[in-house]
Each structure stands twice: as C-alpha cells, then as structure tokens.
C-alpha cells in the first residue's frame, strides 16, 4: 500500500532507531545534569515537540514535572518564522524556583526560542535550560544558548515525529526530508 506521506518524502533523515538511541543518551545526560534539582520541570513546545518530550521524559530517571507552551509567529509563510512571536496558549503551572527545560523539535532562526527564552526568564525560573531534537544551525539569526541537542541538520525542510508539513504527518516515526516538487506541484 503506498501511505500518503510517501509522496512528499525525499528521503528518510533520521530513521526510528536512530531518533531512539540518540534521545535515550539525552535522558541520562539530563538525569545526571539534574540528579540534585529540587524541581525539574519540562516544558513542551506544542505542537512540534508533543512525541519527543513523551519519549524522552520516559528516558528522565528524575523525578519532574511536565507542562505545555503553545507559541506562533505570525506574518510570512507556514514554513518560515519571523521575529514577532506569541503565545498561544500559557502554561498551567507556576516556574518560581524551578529548573526549566525547554522542550523543542527543531531550532530555525532562532526567534521562537528567543522568545520563549525571555518569557521564562522573566518569570523567576531557577534555571533555564533548552533541549531540542534538531538543530538547523545554518539558518540561525539570533544566537541562543542550546545545552542538548539530538542531531544537527542541514538547511533542510523536514517532517514527522512531531514535526508538520502543512500540519499533518506529525505521527511519522522517522525524521524525512521534504521532496520540493511535491510542494510546488500543489
Ligand atoms: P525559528 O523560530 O525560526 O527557530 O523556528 C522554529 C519553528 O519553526 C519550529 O518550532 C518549527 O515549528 C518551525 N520549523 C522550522 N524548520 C522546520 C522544518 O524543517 N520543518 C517543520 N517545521 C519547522
Ligand atoms: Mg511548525
């Protein structure tokens, strides 16, 4: 049966055992770097960061606490972010004192981090702290501090385990890139 992604895929960039291994060595450095926190919270970029925070916080051996940040950018396309960012949807619970760590799919530029950075900051943390599964370092325009990260990428477009294209096929297990004649064929 052909699946319906199949026509916008170019090829597999990262395969389901390979995202596996890699997130499973980034739960034990964050359970070591945290093994004394008194409150480590992860905070979920939502939607993108949705499947890897439930597979890595089963790869935490520390006790923490979980929460959901919802953010956009606004003007410009679907597939580039500008530097007007804001939140959609806050968090439920209070930061004062705690170690964050912010939980993301994928670093562009840089001004959605930028921004959630900020807000964190501005709120009491103990620390904060970003964990991403993908870096497109290539592409960054405001420089920001990433402590963990799954795998540096090429200037790509990329989709599934959690990250869109046009918002569906987060539910892929692997990372893909994007065939570019799919896209403008549309
Ligand atoms: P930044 O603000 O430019 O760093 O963009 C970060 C956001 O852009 C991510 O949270 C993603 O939602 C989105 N994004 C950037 N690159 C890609 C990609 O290759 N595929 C899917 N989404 C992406
Ligand atoms: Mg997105």
């Known amino acids: 049966m052909t699946m319906a992604y199949e026509r916008y895929l170019k090829e597999v960039l990262i395969d389901e055992v390979s995202l ?18 008194p409150g480590l919270m992860l905070i979920c970029i939502l939607k993108g960061g949705v499947m890897f925070l ?19 950018s606004y003007g410009r396309g ?16 209070e930061v004062v004192g705690k170690d964050l760590l912010i939980v ?3 670093i562009d530029s840089g001004y959605t981090l930028k921004f ?7 709120r009491h943390p103990n620390s904060v702290r970003i964990c991403t599964l993908l870096d497109k370092s290539s592409r ?14 090429e200037d790509k477009f990329v989709f599934g385990y959690g990250l869109d294209l046009d918002e569906k096929f ?7 890139v994007v065939r570019e004649e799919a896209l403008s064929s549309e």
């Open 20 to 37: 596996k291994r890699r997130i499973t060595e980034l739960g034990q450095e964050i359970s070591r770097d945290y093994a004394n926190s």
């Open 54 to 72: 439930t597979d890595l916080m089963r790869q935490i051996e520390v006790p923490h606490e979980i929460d959901f940040l919802a953010v956009s």
């Open 78 to 93: 679907a597939r580039e972010s500008t530097g007007r960012v804001r939140i959609d949807m806050d968090l439920r619970d």
């Open 104 to 106: 993301e799919d994928i």
């Open 116 to 122: 959630v950075m900020d807000v964190m900051n501005a």
């Open 140 to 153: 960054r325009t405001i420089p920001i501090p990433i402590h963990y990260t799954g795998f540096e990428i």
């Open 170 to 176: 987060r539910n892929l297990p692997f990372v893909g």
